[in-house]
């Protein structure tokens, strides 16, 4: 009976902290982001575009206290993300799919915008994911 033993490799600690500190500055910067846009839509709903045959149709005012809610969110588990802590991670994953969400529901207001970011959360969840639980 032969035994194999697995080794790690030496770069894959140093690469998987690196990804998750980047995901983490990503997230607290698109988190900064989400909170302005927020703040710019319950302050001035004018600021949006107006799209009547969009059959997802928020009330800008509510629709920027959600954004300002997962800001604020994406923000804290960001903080979570530079301390390694592992709940900080699988949160993450959940706050970062939301925001998906959300900017796509947004999309017809902010298309750009919005599709930029939806790129931006797909690569937090990949970053995060792809670490290893130690």
Known sequence: MT????????????????L???????????????????IMAIAEDDVYVSTPNYIFKFDLT????IQLALGVIAIAVSVGLFSRALWARVVGVGIAG?????NFLSIPY???WSLT??????FV?????????E
């Open 98 to 102: 939301l925001l998906i969400i959300a």
């Open 125 to 133: 969840i990949w970053a995060l994911c792809v670490v290893r639980k």
């Open 62 to 65: 509510s629709w920027g206290w």
């Open 20 to 38: 998750v500190t980047f995901a983490g500055v990503l997230l607290f910067i698109a988190g900064i982001l989400d909170l302005f846009r927020g």
């Open 3 to 18: 035994t194999t033993t697995h080794h790690r490799s030496q770069t894959a600690e140093p690469a998987a902290v690196g």
């Open 110 to 112: 902010y298309p750009v």
């Open 117 to 122: 970011l939806i790129a931006l959360y797909a």
